[in-house]
């Protein structure tokens, strides 16, 4: 090798590599070496395309193992800051997504339209807790988070080879098993082969929109309802129509009305604990409904995504129109992302045994099978009794708060005027235009939810969703009450 080039070699090792690695510092060397060439990256101190040190050369002026070094390089290439080239090397890449996507200019949420797809986006923007009034998840601090984690570590010790293979189209059979018992409970009678598990509540209302909607065709939801199934069933070419949602269910006479005019496909519901209302359906209503889709020959799809929230009939009345109908005429949903993990999308459809096969066929030819693992979880937490344990829990911390929440609410001007004594959320009346509102308190940092993302008709509304878990604030509290009254 010549001077000239032995020089260049050294030139090029002494700006790619670390000045010191530190042994004593707690940080692996790994992530020392990656995080300096990031930084050298960063900061332009390593050119794009330039070759890197090869692995032996770093490692002999490091005094670290090849391994490290091949381990860091790997780590970097996987961040986009290096790429390997078959047989000459690692190189710097022409344009690092990462320092890209750190120095692309960000738009605010704030500055644009409100909307489904506002509200959804800024949910997975990180807020503390209390400052998310409008937020659909529970606090963090409330869920067991160990108890998820101790059933991931022991399914990843149990089965290994099984977490390496497709699970099962229709949902692992122990679950599916242990669901009927849960749907036992509430008076559903259902065989594990008519329960089919997906990837949380809204992937079960996709398949079932794929299943029965055409593009022109009418669903009916309630009106306020969940609002991220207005844009999924939009996409799939439907027409959306509101059915006016009363403390104790829908108005059947706009029911009745609505089903002879527009022959829906299906109504979707929540039965117990509306959202965004926590209202629940009467016996009577129940009834009535059951008869018009008979009538109307419409199919009633039950989400019940709330339903362990809910103290049980005994202490409050609760009626499920699967219960009336035993999975004839009756979808029914249920899942677990609000009671256990956001992140552990595990929810389920139970229906008759034919439709049962076709929407596992659907889901199959979507996205094969939902994760094995989560469902895995699920059932040992179900099966050894830790479940009824926790949701007793957040039964008595949603108990424990509401009633005060409410009392502040009132106090800094938002009026209650629809009884909730269950569930997480109070649909208030601010008494002026919540998406102005709205807008005013993403400038604060705070995040609420308006009431015109919950209609269909997305119109203006004065109304708007708390949820009682994450009203604490105080800075919240003092903003209300500056603002109430004045947005317009």
């Known amino acids: 090798m010549t001077n000239t080039a032995s020089s260049r070699k050294s030139a090029a090792l002494a700006i790619a590599a670390p000045q010191v690695l530190s042994r004593d510092s707690g940080e692996s060397l790994v992530d020392q070496i990656v995080r300096s060439i990031e930084a050298r990256i960063d900061d332009k ?93 529970l606090p963090n601090a409330w869920l067991d988070g160990e108890m998820v984690a101790n059933g991931l570590r022991a399914i990843s010790r149990q089965c290994q080879t099984l977490l390496l293979q497709y699970g099962n189209p229709q949902g692992w059979l122990p679950l599916r098993q242990q669901l009927q018992l849960k749907l036992a409970e509430l008076e559903i009678a259902a065989t594990p082969e008519q329960i089919v598990t997906t990837s949380g509540v809204t992937q079960a209302l996709d398949l079932i929109a794929r299943q029965f909607a055409s593009p022109g065709d009418t669903i009916f939801v309630d009106d306020p309802a969940w609002f991220l199934m207005f844009g999924s069933f939009a996409a799939h070419g439907a027409k959306v129509v509101g059915i006016p949602r009363l403390p104790d269910g829908p108005d059947i006479a706009k029911l009745a009305e609505l089903a002879a005019l527009h022959r829906p496909k299906f109504y979707v519901i929540n039965s117990v604990l509306h959202n965004p209302t926590s209202t629940s359906l009467s016996a009577a209503k129940a009834f009535q409904i059951l008869k018009i889709a008979e009538q109307h020959d419409f199919t009633i799809v039950e989400d019940d995504i709330y339903c362990d929230l809910h103290p049980g009939s005994a202490v409050q009345p609760a009626t499920r129109i699967a219960a009336l109908d035993q999975l004839n005429r009756v979808i029914y949903l249920g899942g677990f992302s609000k009671t256990l993990a956001a992140n552990l999308r595990v929810g389920f459809i139970a229906t008759s045994p034919e439709m049962a096969i076709r929407l596992s066929d659907r889901k199959m030819l979507s996205t094969l099978t939902t994760s094995d693992i989560g469902e895995r979880v699920v059932y040992k937490i179900l099966s050894e009794g830790h479940y009824r344990k926790h949701v007793d829990r957040l039964r008595g911390k949603l108990d424990g708060v509401r009633d005060k929440t409410v009392k502040q609410m009132e106090r800094v001007g938002l009026a209650v005027d629809i009884a909730t004594p269950a569930g997480m959320f109070v649909w208030a009346d601010a008494g002026c235009d919540t998406n102005v509102l709205t807008e005013k308190a993403m400038q604060e940092g705070y995040l609420l939810a308006p009431g015109s993302l919950f209609s269909p008709s997305q119109l203006p509304s004065t109304r708007m969703r708390v949820n009682v878990a994450n009203m604490g604030d105080a800075g919240m509290l003092r903003f209300l009450e500056k603002h109430i009254g004045t947005a317009s």
């Open 45 to 137: 101190l390593l050119r794009s395309g330039a070759r890197m040190p090869s692995i032996r050369e770093f490692a002999e002026q490091q005094r670290v193992s090849r391994f490290t070094v091949v381990e860091a390089y790997d780590r970097l290439v996987a961040k986009g800051y290096l790429e390997s080239r078959r047989g000459s090397g690692f190189y710097v890449r022409e344009r690092s997504p990462m320092t890209a996507a750190g120095s692309a200019r960000v738009v605010e949420a704030a500055s644009q339209q409100l909307d489904v797809v506002w509200l959804v986006r800024n949910m997975f923007r990180q807020y503390p807790a209390q400052q998310t009034p409008g937020s659909g998840l």
